[in-house]
């Protein structure tokens, strides 16, 4: 027999499922009699709880459809750090016997920064003690902060929702001839690529949000202040986007100094437009609100990107393909193509190089004072969020895959 696993882990987004979906069908044509799922990330495999992908395949035909428009991850995430392969070696023998009782001979990993760990550390492994067993990492992450490549599947669809959002806001805060200042907060712990996605929420004639602020850039309250009370001279609303991660000149977050981390050792942060609403609203003086948008930034399936979901079930047939290659420790990537015309190819990178990176948004795609992008950010992002995808419909909802195996009552 020829198998292989494939689990999802950290924050879910709109494509992922059309990652696995991707996993699922290449490698049903390269060959594998069985494509193993691993519930809840690493966690299932660890503890042996995985279900038969190709047989849910084999049973209804219409599933791998279903599955690319469901949203968050189908085989259910964990956040959980492998240990040093040098020092806990047994872990990592556990799996290889697992694996081998199983005939799996791939690993897939489909993730973001953190997950890609869990990629390079099984590789190490398996490749120092000479064990036939190929791990390729396919890439996802609303951040779009994954190094080596040039966005991440998940992104666009998260871009597009966050646009979309800002932009059905903007016709929202004009409607009253009051002074007013609408904060939303988008998600972007270390990067600005998903806050600045909210510049292609303007239009020829509404040139909202008027300011934008990413982590890359220090953000003086100072400036935003006075920023602020310039644009209310010349209009009655003003819409900021902000990064829920940005920091001050001294590195500090201007949400909370000592934010709680994760087990990555991540500042888990929110707060950051309730800051900022309280610091505008006491220098102002005018009716504010801030609106955190959330989870819905990973999980609009009914505003994805086509876009979005076409790249990232081919990505993740290319992440097959280099197993097939007999490669392992790899990075499936994406490369944008020179030419008018927005056209990528897949390649790959060592994950080692990718592996707890940030990706940082180039100085130059951000103005000069910090509070916007410029036209080469829009231009990257443009192409991205192209093309509506259907979801299916049932007595006016969307209707997605039922998940069973993942509502189970934690221990």
Not at 43 to 55: A, F, H, P, R, Y
Not at 189 to 205: I, V
Request: charged residues 25%; negative net charge; glycine residues 8%.
């Amino acid at each position: 027999m020829k198998n292989c696993i494939v689990i999802q882990s950290g924050g879910p987004t709109a494509a992922i499922n059309a990652s696995l979906a991707g996993v699922i069908k290449r490698a049903s044509e390269v060959g594998y009699d069985h494509v193993y799922g691993g519930i809840n990330g690493i966690v299932g495999v660890l503890s042996q709880n995985i279900c038969d992908l190709t047989e849910k395949m084999n049973a209804d035909p219409e599933f791998l459809e279903k599955l690319k428009v469901t949203p968050a991850m189908y085989l259910g995430s964990c956040r959980l750090r492998l240990p040093d392969p040098n020092a806990e070696q047994a872990v990592y023998e556990s799996l290889y016997s697992y694996f081998r009782s199983h005939d799996i001979e791939t690993f897939f990993g489909i993730g973001g920064n953190d997950s890609m760990d869990t990629v390079m550390k099984l590789a190490s492994f398996f490749s120092k003690k000479d064990h036939p067993i190929s791990v390729i990492g396919i890439p996802k992450t609303i951040d779009n902060d994954l190094l080596c490549t040039d966005h991440t599947p998940g992104f666009g669809s998260a871009a597009k929702y966050v646009a979309a959002t800002l932009r059905e806001m903007a016709y929202d805060t004009m409607i009253y001839p009051v002074k007013s200042i609408t904060i939303v907060e988008v998600m972007g712990r270390d990067s600005g690529w998903l806050t600045a996605a909210a510049a292609l929420a303007r239009t020829n004639e509404i040139n909202a949000p008027q300011l934008i602020y990413l982590p890359e850039v220090p953000f003086s309250i100072e400036d935003c202040i006075a920023d602020t009370r310039s644009l209310l001279k010349e209009r009655n609303s003003v819409l900021i986007a902000v990064s829920e991660g940005v920091k001050d000149a001294n590195g500090d977050y201007i949400s909370a100094a000592d934010a709680k981390k994760d087990k990555f050792g991540h500042a888990m942060l929110s707060g950051a437009g309730k800051a900022l609403e309280h610091i505008l609203g006491q220098a102002l003086g005018v009716k504010i609100r801030s609106v955190e948008l959330n989870i819905p930034q990973r999980c609009a399936a009914h505003l994805a990107s086509k876009t979005d979901l076409d790249e990232a079930f081919g990505l993740a047939g290319a992440g097959v393909d280099l197993a097939e290659e007999k490669k392992t420790g790899l990075m499936a990537t994406m490369v944008r193509e020179s030419g008018d015309d927005y056209r990528i190819s897949y390649g790959s990178v060592p994950v080692s190089e990718v592996a707890n990176g940030v990706k940082s948004v180039p100085r130059d795609f951000i103005n000069e004072r910090g509070n916007d992008v410029t036209d080469k950010m829009v231009k990257y992002l443009k192409p991205l969020i192209q093309g509506e995808v259907e979801v299916p419909f049932n007595e006016g909802l969307p209707d997605f895959i039922p998940i069973p195996h993942l509502q189970e009552n934690a221990d």
